[in-house]
C-alpha cells in the first residue's frame, strides 16, 4: 500500500477514487508512566513515555487506515493527514485519514 501526504503519487496515476480510508487508535499510559511524565514535565526535557505511546498509536491508526483502504477497493492513499485530540489526562486519540484510490504505473 502506497501512502502520500501529497495528493498524488509520481510515477503513478490514479485510476479510480475509491472513497475516504480512515484509522485511529485511542491509547492511555499506565498510571505510573503517566505521574514519570508529569514529573518530568515540571523540570522540562522530552518525555519518553508519551513518544512511545504516540509511536504505537500511530502505527496501529495508519495500520487500520490502511486495512479500510484495501476494503474499499483501494491500492494507495493520498493526500494523508493526521488529527490528535485530547480524550482526558493521560489519553489521547489519533485520527489518520486520506483519499483510498487505485492507482496505476505510468
Known sequence: MMIATIDSIPGYR???YCGLAKGCSVRG???GDDMIAF???AIGGELHEY???FAQVREQAID???EDARDLGANAVIGLRFETTEIGSGAAELMV???AVLVEAL
Do not use: D, I
Request: net charge positive; no cysteine.
Open 64 to 66: 487500520r487506515m490502511m
Open 29 to 31: 499510559l499506565h498510571f
Open 97 to 99: 485519514y486520506g483519499t
Open 39 to 41: 514529573l518530568k514535565n
Open 51 to 53: 513518544t512511545q505511546v
Open 14 to 16: 490514479v485510476v479510480k
